[in-house]
């Protein structure tokens, strides 16, 4: 018998999508799930959960997981830096 595991593709999608929906508390579960299923986040993990983060106006979580990007040593890129721009005008 099969199971499905989700990849990171499908993670980051899901996450992407929380955005649409201002789902940041499930955006921040899938981030953390993806650890859960051995699987290590990429630029596109945070930053999709930044961009939600963001929308929210809580700059100061967006940047908590700016500096767990970098503990991961997850190199931030330019819409990274975007999103932390849009997250400390909404504040």
Excluded: H
């Excluded at 990007?69 to 400390?88: F, I």
């Amino acid at each position: 018998q099969a199971s499905l595991v989700p990849g990171i593709v499908t993670f980051n999608s899901c996450i992407s999508a929380c955005q649409q929906s201002s789902s940041w508390t499930i955006s921040l579960k899938l981030l953390n799930g993806i650890a859960t299923s051995r699987l290590s986040p990429d630029v596109i993990s945070f930053t999709s959960a930044i961009s939600v983060i963001s929308q929210a106006g809580l700059w100061e979580l967006s940047f908590s997981l700016i500096e767990d990007m970098l503990a991961r040593r997850v190199d931030p890129n330019e819409v990274t830096y975007g999103a932390l721009m849009v997250a400390t005008v909404k504040s």
